[in-house]
Protein backbone atom coordinates (compact mmCIF):
# COMPACT_ATOMS: atom_id res chain seq x y z
CA UNK A 1 0.00 0.00 0.00
CA UNK A 2 1.36 3.71 -0.78
CA UNK A 3 2.10 5.73 1.83
CA UNK A 4 -0.04 8.60 1.91
CA UNK A 5 2.09 11.27 3.37
CA UNK A 6 4.92 10.56 0.92
CA UNK A 7 2.16 10.38 -1.60
CA UNK A 8 1.09 13.50 -0.73
CA UNK A 9 4.45 15.26 -0.54
CA UNK A 10 5.21 14.08 -3.63
CA UNK A 11 2.00 15.93 -5.49
CA UNK A 12 3.28 19.22 -3.24
CA UNK A 13 6.75 18.91 -5.01
CA UNK A 14 5.22 19.56 -8.32
CA UNK A 15 4.16 22.79 -7.26
CA UNK A 16 6.40 25.55 -8.71
CA UNK A 17 9.48 26.57 -6.22
CA UNK A 18 8.37 23.61 -3.63
CA UNK A 19 10.77 20.99 -2.37
CA UNK A 20 11.00 18.44 -0.84
CA UNK A 21 11.95 20.14 2.22
CA UNK A 22 8.41 22.36 2.02
CA UNK A 23 6.28 19.79 0.61
CA UNK A 24 6.49 18.09 3.83
CA UNK A 25 6.01 20.82 5.72
CA UNK A 26 3.12 21.13 3.78
CA UNK A 27 1.67 17.19 4.79
CA UNK A 28 2.31 18.09 8.86
CA UNK A 29 0.65 21.27 8.93
CA UNK A 30 -2.44 19.56 6.87
CA UNK A 31 -2.27 16.62 9.39
CA UNK A 32 -2.49 18.88 12.38
CA UNK A 33 -5.62 20.66 11.25
CA UNK A 34 -8.80 18.83 11.76
CA UNK A 35 -10.49 17.22 9.35
CA UNK A 36 -13.35 19.80 8.92
CA UNK A 37 -10.42 22.00 7.13
CA UNK A 38 -8.67 19.39 5.18
CA UNK A 39 -12.51 18.51 3.70
CA UNK A 40 -12.59 22.35 3.04
CA UNK A 41 -9.76 22.32 0.83
CA UNK A 42 -10.17 18.81 -0.87
CA UNK A 43 -13.66 20.27 -2.02
CA UNK A 44 -12.09 23.78 -3.28
CA UNK A 45 -9.30 21.99 -5.28
CA UNK A 46 -12.00 19.58 -6.76
CA UNK A 47 -14.26 22.49 -7.52
CA UNK A 48 -11.86 24.64 -9.39
CA UNK A 49 -12.11 22.88 -12.77
CA UNK A 50 -15.55 23.25 -12.50
CA UNK A 51 -16.05 27.12 -10.90
CA UNK A 52 -13.21 28.22 -13.91
CA UNK A 53 -12.79 28.84 -17.38
CA UNK A 54 -10.20 29.66 -19.36
CA UNK A 55 -10.56 32.80 -21.80
CA UNK A 56 -10.46 32.47 -25.31
CA UNK A 57 -8.61 35.18 -26.07
CA UNK A 58 -5.68 35.80 -23.22
CA UNK A 59 -5.65 32.12 -22.17
CA UNK A 60 -6.67 33.84 -19.03
CA UNK A 61 -8.26 31.46 -16.04
CA UNK A 62 -10.70 32.88 -14.36
CA UNK A 63 -14.17 32.39 -12.31
CA UNK A 64 -17.36 31.49 -14.49
CA UNK A 65 -18.82 34.11 -12.80
CA UNK A 66 -16.68 36.78 -13.93
CA UNK A 67 -17.00 36.40 -17.18
CA UNK A 68 -19.39 35.34 -20.46
CA UNK A 69 -18.32 31.85 -20.21
CA UNK A 70 -15.72 32.37 -23.15
CA UNK A 71 -14.20 35.74 -22.38
CA UNK A 72 -12.78 36.91 -19.39
CA UNK A 73 -14.13 40.12 -17.51
CA UNK A 74 -11.07 42.18 -19.51
CA UNK A 75 -11.40 40.75 -22.53
CA UNK A 76 -15.37 41.52 -22.26
CA UNK A 77 -14.90 44.74 -21.56
CA UNK A 78 -15.63 47.99 -23.36
CA UNK A 79 -13.94 50.09 -20.85
CA UNK A 80 -9.93 49.01 -21.45
CA UNK A 81 -7.94 50.05 -24.33
CA UNK A 82 -8.13 47.97 -27.08
CA UNK A 83 -5.42 49.00 -29.08
CA UNK A 84 -2.90 47.80 -25.84
CA UNK A 85 -1.70 44.08 -25.96
CA UNK A 86 0.34 43.27 -22.48
CA UNK A 87 2.47 39.50 -22.88
CA UNK A 88 2.62 38.19 -20.23
CA UNK A 89 4.40 35.07 -19.01
CA UNK A 90 1.76 33.61 -16.74
CA UNK A 91 -1.64 34.54 -15.05
CA UNK A 92 -0.17 35.45 -11.64
CA UNK A 93 1.47 38.96 -13.19
CA UNK A 94 -1.61 40.11 -14.33
CA UNK A 95 -2.48 41.41 -10.90
CA UNK A 96 0.75 43.07 -10.27
CA UNK A 97 -0.01 44.49 -13.27
CA UNK A 98 -2.83 45.65 -12.89
CA UNK A 99 -2.30 47.16 -9.76
CA UNK A 100 0.57 48.86 -11.58
CA UNK A 101 -2.41 51.16 -13.62
CA UNK A 102 -2.34 49.09 -16.96
CA UNK A 103 -5.70 49.61 -18.64
CA UNK A 104 -5.25 47.76 -21.86
CA UNK A 105 -5.96 43.80 -22.94
CA UNK A 106 -3.31 40.65 -22.03
CA UNK A 107 -2.14 37.99 -23.53
CA UNK A 108 -0.73 34.76 -21.29
CA UNK A 109 1.83 33.34 -23.04
CA UNK A 110 2.17 30.29 -20.65
CA UNK A 111 5.69 30.74 -19.48
CA UNK A 112 9.05 31.23 -20.96
CA UNK A 113 11.32 29.70 -24.03
CA UNK A 114 14.12 27.36 -22.41
CA UNK A 115 17.33 28.46 -23.31
CA UNK A 116 19.06 25.01 -24.25
CA UNK A 117 15.76 23.64 -26.38
CA UNK A 118 16.27 23.65 -30.39
CA UNK A 119 12.66 24.82 -31.27
CA UNK A 120 11.93 26.71 -27.96
CA UNK A 121 8.78 28.29 -29.21
CA UNK A 122 6.38 25.10 -28.93
CA UNK A 123 6.73 25.16 -24.92
CA UNK A 124 4.79 28.51 -25.55
CA UNK A 125 1.46 29.62 -27.24
CA UNK A 126 3.75 32.05 -29.67
CA UNK A 127 1.53 30.16 -32.60
CA UNK A 128 -1.98 31.74 -30.70
CA UNK A 129 -0.16 34.77 -29.91
CA UNK A 130 0.52 35.29 -33.78
CA UNK A 131 -2.61 34.41 -34.67
CA UNK A 132 -4.19 37.17 -32.07
CA UNK A 133 -2.30 39.53 -33.48
CA UNK A 134 -2.89 39.51 -36.84
CA UNK A 135 -6.38 38.93 -36.35
CA UNK A 136 -6.21 42.52 -34.38
CA UNK A 137 -4.33 44.49 -36.22
CA UNK A 138 -6.09 43.57 -39.86
CA UNK A 139 -8.71 44.96 -38.07
CA UNK A 140 -7.28 48.08 -36.96
CA UNK A 141 -8.04 47.21 -33.46
CA UNK A 142 -3.78 46.96 -32.10
CA UNK A 143 -1.31 50.03 -32.16
CA UNK A 144 0.85 48.69 -29.63
CA UNK A 145 2.11 45.32 -28.62
CA UNK A 146 4.05 45.41 -24.94
CA UNK A 147 6.66 42.05 -24.79
CA UNK A 148 6.09 42.13 -20.43
CA UNK A 149 8.50 39.71 -19.81
CA UNK A 150 10.89 38.99 -16.88
CA UNK A 151 13.99 40.33 -16.81
CA UNK A 152 15.87 37.24 -16.58
CA UNK A 153 18.13 34.90 -19.16
CA UNK A 154 14.95 33.05 -20.23
CA UNK A 155 12.45 36.09 -20.38
CA UNK A 156 15.24 37.93 -22.19
CA UNK A 157 15.47 34.60 -24.46
CA UNK A 158 12.03 34.87 -25.21
CA UNK A 159 11.62 38.45 -25.85
CA UNK A 160 14.00 37.78 -28.52
CA UNK A 161 12.20 35.02 -30.16
CA UNK A 162 8.75 36.70 -30.16
CA UNK A 163 10.34 39.61 -31.61
CA UNK A 164 11.69 37.72 -34.80
CA UNK A 165 8.37 36.41 -35.24
CA UNK A 166 6.04 39.47 -34.78
CA UNK A 167 8.76 42.34 -36.26
CA UNK A 168 7.80 41.68 -40.19
CA UNK A 169 4.04 41.34 -39.46
CA UNK A 170 4.23 44.91 -36.91
CA UNK A 171 6.25 46.34 -39.97
CA UNK A 172 3.36 44.97 -42.68
CA UNK A 173 0.12 46.06 -40.41
CA UNK A 174 1.47 49.26 -38.82
CA UNK A 175 1.58 48.59 -35.15
CA UNK A 176 4.57 49.18 -32.67
CA UNK A 177 6.23 46.24 -30.41
CA UNK A 178 7.87 47.64 -27.29
CA UNK A 179 9.42 46.04 -24.20
CA UNK A 180 9.29 47.21 -20.57
CA UNK A 181 11.69 49.72 -19.27
CA UNK A 182 13.96 50.49 -16.69
CA UNK A 183 12.15 49.58 -13.07
CA UNK A 184 12.62 46.18 -13.20
CA UNK A 185 15.95 45.26 -12.21
CA UNK A 186 18.08 41.97 -13.93
CA UNK A 187 16.45 38.67 -12.75
CA UNK A 188 13.41 39.99 -11.52
CA UNK A 189 9.98 38.32 -12.38
CA UNK A 190 6.95 40.38 -13.04
CA UNK A 191 4.89 38.07 -10.78
CA UNK A 192 6.76 39.99 -7.62
CA UNK A 193 7.17 43.16 -8.59
CA UNK A 194 5.69 45.89 -6.56
CA UNK A 195 2.90 48.19 -8.20
CA UNK A 196 5.15 51.16 -8.55
CA UNK A 197 7.61 49.21 -9.96
CA UNK A 198 5.61 48.39 -12.98
CA UNK A 199 4.00 51.42 -13.45
CA UNK A 200 7.98 52.65 -14.24
CA UNK A 201 8.59 50.43 -16.03
CA UNK A 202 5.38 50.66 -18.42
CA UNK A 203 5.92 54.41 -18.57
CA UNK A 204 9.76 53.97 -19.75
CA UNK A 205 9.31 51.14 -22.15
CA UNK A 206 10.72 51.34 -25.23
Not at 112 to 118: D, F, K
Not at 149 to 170: C, F, M, N, V, Y
Request: charge should be neutral.
Amino acid sequence: MENPIEALAAAFERFPGIGPRQARRFVQFLLSQNGAYRTMLADAIRGIGAETSMCKRCYRWFPKEGGDGKLCSICGSAKRDQGLLFVIEKDADIDNVERGGYKGLYFVLGGTAPLAEEHPERYLRAHELVRRVEADAEKGALKELILGLSATSEGDHTRLLLQEKLRPIAEGLGFKISSLGRGLSTGSELEYADPDTISQALGNRR
